[in-house]
Nanobody, 125 residues
Framework: QVRLVESGGGSVQAGGSLKLSCAVS????????MGWFRQAPGKEREGIGT????????RYSDSVKGRSSISLDNARNTLYLHIDSLKPEDTGMYYC??????????????????WGQGTQVTVSS
């Protein structure tokens, strides 16, 4: 089992930045790939980026590419998401997720077996 607990959400002005944290615990073999997703009201849950713990490799969706970074602090067992130049359309519930497979693609939500409860981010213009 893997347990994921997100934190760091809140209200932010457009143009600002945010840093979300995801505390990770449990079997490390089951969380080779970790990702961040978000869901805006009335919309599908969208994958915005992933971190592959074996190859130390990240992937990002087009919606955040160039203004986002994902990192893993193994000493703190924490996955981070940093987004700059926030826009109102970045508003949503942000989720941390994980799975054990080699394919580590934020666009394939069905691969992710473990999910956190989410943290709300609201970006105001």
């Amino acid at each position: 089992q893997v347990r994921l607990v997100e934190s760091g959400g809140g209200s932010v002005q457009a143009g600002g930045s945010l840093k979300l944290s995801c505390a990770v615990s449990g079997n490390t073999d089951l969380r080779r790939c970790m990702g961040w997703f978000r869901q805006a009201p009335g919309k599908e849950r969208e994958g915005i980026g992933t971190y592959d713990d074996v190859f130390d490799r990240t992937r990002y969706s087009d919606s955040v590419k160039g203004r986002s970074s994902i990192s893993l602090d193994n000493a703190r067992n924490t996955l981070y998401l940093h987004i700059d130049s926030l826009k109102p359309e970045d508003t949503g519930m942000y989720y941390c997720a994980a799975h054990k497979w080699a394919r580590c693609d934020p666009s394939i939500r069905s691969d992710f077996e473990y999910w956190g409860q989410g943290t709300q981010v609201t970006v105001s213009s």
